[in-house]
């Protein structure tokens, strides 16, 4: 009786880290992804004078959602993350380049990233009160309630397009809803090791402002995106540049 | 010899127990001297306290240092309707935030103490666990916690200091106890001002609306909630008007989300200055050091703006017919200003803006009105318990 109790007490033990990891496959390693705004090849500052062409112009804000940041290789993919809201210009700095660690990421080497910029449908579909407190859907201020969207990416602005020494033009680049969501893929070699360096991603301000041809995006006639919901001509715009405005490096 | 020796020893008895008598009359206001442990007869069992919201608000943040309890709850309530809190007793929290304006006091400045005015007005205090950016116009306090220390030692506020305030809490008859329940303290000497901002700060995260105003109803279901003019006036602040010819008023870009908080800073268009330096009040610069936010200040919530004239940080106007006429002449171009605000109305097509017609000023101001919540401002739960 006294050893039957003995087993079943060291049954129980043994069995309790099993109870406790329901079955998650803890391996992988932490990644680190830094990401950085910047203007022009140079760190983004907020309020700082940049030229744009002939038009000097300075940044207020720039923050933007990515959805799906997966790692690439062939048929494997990784989801890093569903979705993040990165703040290049808080309220408390002139710029912040953040960084975040992905955990359990497989090792292995990686020939790509993807990532969606915005928030993808599945997600825009729902409202900030269904996320809980610090999810990056649960900052309200960033949805749009006249779009039942989130406002995937803001770029604000002052520019002097008459060259007068007055920046009295706004620039307010508010892109946002479904029909703004774009994907883009880079082709990287992306080695994710015990040790290894993380990656840096960073998202040029005037190549944003870069058309495909090399023209600068006339800022002067366009300094806002429309405010209707049916009328997202420069949101698309803009975001079709994203593809040209990201480098993935490691 | 010893007869003077012994007349000498009688009159030193004397004195000293007339000093004794005096001692003990002197200290009869001071506390029963601190043991450890002084407080473990009175019960600690916290519970959890539920903040009500409005099912489509956010989940209300709650720091993990300081968890909402009932106790927590209850002591911060009493103190910030205490005037225990200012140097002499008879100013509290409520002085300048009473719940019958949205926890404003409809001044221009607010009045400490000593009678010296500060410079700007008080604040509502709504919704504010939702706040992001800082506390204050200016920005100056992270978190709720930090900024229930700030008055109390602001020479023309509270003008007392948390050394006194401790002191007179652990005197205090009622308050230790009430520590140990809502902190579960061991003795009086564990009182802190970081632990009376923690009970302050929990109770001012339960300042959260109702979700009971007209407006609510409306985007509830009940369109009849809002009249004809109103329903302009909304469509107009959302900007979702340009199906039915209405202008876009650029409200909801500072005063965002469900909250109409927004929580940032702007330069809001008040003032025609030269140079950023021209500004009187240098607002959110104060905080940063960043010379392009002189002259910014956080955008408040917008709900029960109807009780919390006022308005502006300096409470310059009285009506929300001034507020609107102002932001109507599209800002005055100073380089910081907000970059919606050079955009209302229609566009002319050169750079300009329209504004508003005095039906749509009408309309966006009786829309304001129907974000009054009356239900938020008289809940029991919030009310002055002394």
């Given at each position: ?250 | ?33 601190t043991k450890l442990g002084d407080l473990e007869d009175t019960p600690y069992l916290p ?22 309890t009932?106790d927590g709850?209850?002591l ?90 401790v002191?007179?809490i652990k005197?205090?008859?009622?308050y230790p106890a009430l520590f140990r329940k809502a902190f579960g303290i061991n003795d009086r000497a564990e009182i802190t001002q970081e632990l009376a901002?923690k009970a ?187």
């Amino acid at each position: 009786m006294k050893n039957t109790t003995l087993l079943l007490l060291l049954l129980s033990f043994a069995l309790l880290p099993a109870c406790g990891d329901k079955g998650v496959e803890d391996t992988g390693v932490n990644f680190d992804i830094t990401f950085k705004a910047t203007f022009d090849g140079v760190q983004l500052e907020k309020n700082k004078d940049y030229q744009f062409g002939n038009i000097p112009m300075f940044v207020e804000a720039c923050r933007m959602y990515l959805s799906d940041i997966t790692l690439l290789n062939g048929d494997k993919e990784i989801v890093l993350s569903e979705i993040e809201y990165l703040d290049f210009t808080p309220t408390n700095a002139v710029s912040a380049t953040p960084t975040i660690t992905f955990k359990n990421v497989p090792e292995g080497e990686y020939t790509g990233i993807r990532i969606g910029y915005g928030v993808k449908p599945s997600l825009n579909a729902k409202r900030p009160s269904s996320f809980p407190a610090g999810h990056p859907l649960a900052i309200e201020n960033d949805y749009w309630s006249g779009w039942s969207s989130y406002i995937f990416s803001t770029l604000d602005g002052k520019a002097d397009p008459e060259n007068d020494g007055s920046k009295n033009l706004s620039l307010a680049y508010h892109c946002g809803s479904d029909a703004v969501y774009k994907t883009f893929e880079f082709a990287q070699a992306i080695h994710v090791h015990e040790g290894e360096a993380g990656a840096r991603i960073s998202f040029d301000m005037k190549k944003l402002l870069t058309l495909a041809d090399g023209t600068l995006y006339d800022i002067a006639a366009h300094p806002a995106t429309s405010n209707s919901v049916s009328d997202v001509t420069v949101a698309q715009a803009l975001t079709a540049n994203f593809g040209r405005a990201t480098t993935v490096e490691q | 010899m010893k007869k003077l020796f012994r007349k000498n020893i009688i009159w030193l008895a004397i004195i000293l127990l007339v000093a004794f008598t005096f001692a003990v009359a002197c200290n009869k206001e001071d506390p029963p001297p601190t043991k450890l442990g002084d407080l473990e007869d009175t019960p600690y069992l916290p519970q959890a306290y539920t903040i009500l919201k409005p099912a489509y608000f956010p989940e209300i943040p709650i720091p993990a240092n300081n968890p909402m309890t009932k106790d927590g709850v209850q002591l911060g309530r009493r103190l910030f309707y205490d005037p225990i809190l200012s140097a002499d007793s008879t100013m509290s929290c409520s002085t300048c935030h009473l719940p019958a304006g949205s926890f404003t006091d409809n001044k221009a400045v607010s009045t400490g103490i000593d009678q010296i005015s500060g410079r700007r007005s008080s604040m509502a205090l709504l919704n504010l666990a939702y706040v992001t950016d800082g506390y204050f116009w200016d920005g100056r306090a992270k978190t709720l916690e930090d900024q229930a220390l700030i008055p109390v030692e602001d020479p023309i506020e509270m003008h007392n200091t948390w050394v006194n305030v401790v002191e007179k809490i652990k005197k205090h008859p009622t308050y230790p106890a009430l520590f140990r329940k809502a902190f579960g303290i061991n003795d009086r000497a564990e009182i802190t001002q970081e632990l009376a901002a923690k009970a302050m700060a929990q109770f001012e995260r339960i300042l959260v609306s109702s979700g009971k105003s007209r407006y609510d109803d409306f985007i509830g279901g009940n369109f009849d909630a809002l009249d004809e003019e109103e329903i302009d006036g909304k469509l107009m602040f959302f900007d979702e008007g340009a199906q039915y010819s209405l202008p876009d008023a650029q409200c909801f870009h500072c005063h965002g989300g469900v909250t109409l908080t927004g929580g940032k800073f702007f330069n809001n268009g008040l003032d025609s200055v030269g140079s950023l330096d021209e500004f009187k009040d240098l607002g959110l610069f104060e905080t940063t050091g960043n010379p392009f936010d002189k002259g910014k200040f956080r955008a408040t919530t917008l709900r029960n703006i109807g009780l919390t004239a006022p308005y502006m940080h300096d409470g310059r106007f009285q009506t929300l017919d001034q507020v609107i006429e102002q932001y109507n002449d599209n800002g005055f171009g100073v380089v910081n200003e907000g970059a919606f605000l050079n955009n209302i109305g229609f566009p002319n097509g050169d750079g300009t803006y329209t504004g508003l017609t005095e039906y749509q000023k009408r309309a966006l101001v009786k829309f304001l009105h129907t974000l009054t919540d009356t239900v938020f401002i008289n809940n029991p739960d919030i009310q002055n318990p002394f």
